[in-house]
């Protein structure tokens, strides 16, 4: 049951990247290390790091000098588009640019990558249950979020066209409640792209 498990996150792992630049360090392991501290400080999830390092048997037990493989994963090209062309489009209103939040963005792309892998358009997720349940799960705390999502647009000027044409999308973009946003882009075996933008207030 377990191989089947990570068998099955290996495959969405590297569905879910197929979009984004995906590359690997090494990393040795130093005296104080645990793994949430090096996925934090190279801006990845633990559950990437765990899966690309198969010869870890318990995750809590990492000793110095160990090689671990690092997954590295940075905002696609057409990710950081959308947010530009969100932070344009609140400017002709005033609002304060929204802040690229690393972890909201894994967020984003895990949503997209779920409804491209299991052919759904949905806020509420099969897997992942509300956003707002799937942000927390992924460990966000926030007083206020939003999620705009969407499907067929080939482009970021498209899907950004079509969410500021519908007013409950629009909100979202030009909302003053949040202040960090998350974006990801995943597409199914067909080249659909499937878009999800996140939007939150941190609790600090």
Known sequence: MKKRALLIFVLIFTLLFSSSV???TTYTVQKG???WKIASRNQVG???IIAANPQIKNP???YPGQKLTIPTVTTSAQEEEVVRLVN???AKKGLPALKINWQLSRVARYKSADMANKGYFSHNS???GTPFQMMENFGLRFSAAGENIAYGQKTPAEVMRDW???PGHRSNILSGAYTEI???LAKNKNGVCYWTQQFIKPIS
Do not use: C, H, K, W
């Open 46 to 48: 633990m559950s990437e």
């Open 33 to 35: 290390d645990t793994i």
């Open 60 to 62: 809590n037990l990492i």
């Open 164 to 166: 500021m044409n519908s």
């Open 182 to 184: 998350g974006v990801g």
């Open 22 to 24: 995906f590359a690997q």
């Open 88 to 90: 344009q489009e609140r």
């Open 126 to 128: 099969p897997t992942y």
